[in-house]
């Protein structure tokens, strides 16, 4: 059975200098200011939802090819972690952590002559993990695809004596076509090139196991797949093949195809969004990420 306490609900905050706004590709999803941030997490939590994941809306001007705003002492997105975590200590925050909201590039390591450096991205991956924890988040998500940045991050959040700080790692993350609308929410695509050369090639799926067993080897918690609905085949291999928790991102495109559905008329919307994250959740997935997780919340109460 699938119970919201299952879930993940994803949150964009703004700007201070921004208005809430809906983003047009996911309707009914808004980056919002950080008071209607905290009246969000407190209706959710009457909900049975109790876990976040935030991620930043970052202005084009504060953005840089290194993403040094990522770890600057005055980010808005840190000290919304914060406020967040004063008003309900009992929710549980989950990261991100990848250069792309910061970067000038919008790619998720540090570009220089059109290449990514793997190695030189893992140090800004630190210092952003470190500030994060800093600030209060219980789970770091690095989703940026990085080789060895399970290991890196592990290392530096011991050594800061942030032990207790867990790492959901982007373990199977696809170059996938259903990334658009969440990347409409952020302004985060990459200015030149895709993302092809460090995320997975959606046709090898043994990539993804030996991922796994080297995410798992360097430090993670949570193992993830990343997108859901296309790769029901990979949450199950993965949960067939560790013993850590799998987690599945349901993606803003997954959301989109189905919102659309639904505002046509094609489908019924109560009866398919639960099905769907219940086909996740069947395959293999202990969490799942999911625009749909207040929704769901709420369909759940109404029925219990």
């Not at 980010?75 to 919304?80: I, S, T």
């Not at 293999?284 to 929704?295: K, N, P, Q």
Request: net charge negative.
């Amino acid at each position: 059975m699938l119970r919201p306490s299952d879930l993940i609900y994803p949150i964009f905050i703004n700007h201070p200098s921004a208005e809430r706004s809906e983003i047009s590709s996911l309707p009914g999803v808004y980056r919002l200011g950080l008071e209607d941030v905290y009246k969000e997490i407190e209706e959710c939590s009457n909900l049975g939802l109790h876990t976040f994941v935030l991620f930043p809306v970052v202005p084009e001007n504060l953005k840089d090819k290194t993403a040094t705003y990522g770890y600057s002492d005055d980010n808005f997105y840190l000290k919304a972690i914060e406020g967040i975590k004063q008003q309900f200590p009992g929710a549980v925050l989950m990261s991100d952590v990848a250069m792309d909201p910061y970067s000038s590039d919008g790619h998720d390591g540090l570009v220089k002559d059109g290449e990514i450096l793997n190695d030189e991205t893992l140090e800004i991956l630190g210092k952003m993990s470190v500030a994060q924890a800093q600030a209060g988040i219980d789970i770091i998500g690095p989703s940026d695809m990085m080789d060895g940045r399970v290991r890196y991050i592990r290392e530096v959040l011991d050594q800061t004596n942030y032990d207790h700080v867990s790492i959901m790692s982007y373990t199977a993350k696809y170059a996938s076509a259903f990334y658009g609308p969440f990347r409409d929410a952020l302004d985060s695509a990459p200015k030149a090139g895709d993302k092809k050369t460090y995320q997975m090639n959606p046709a090898n799926k043994m990539e993804a196991l030996r991922e796994s067993k080297l995410d798992e080897s360097e430090g993670a918690d949570f193992l993830m797949v990343k997108p859901a609905l296309n790769y029901l085949d990979v949450i199950h291999l993965l949960k067939e093949n560790s013993h850590l928790p799998i987690a599945a991102y349901n993606v803003s495109g997954e959301y989109a195809m189905l919102m659309a559905a639904v505002e046509k008329g094609w489908l019924d919307y109560d009866q398919a969004m639960p099905e769907m994250l219940l086909s996740i959740k069947r395959a293999g997935a202990d969490i799942i990420l999911t625009y749909f997780a207040r929704s769901f919340a709420e369909l759940y109460r109404e029925s219990h």
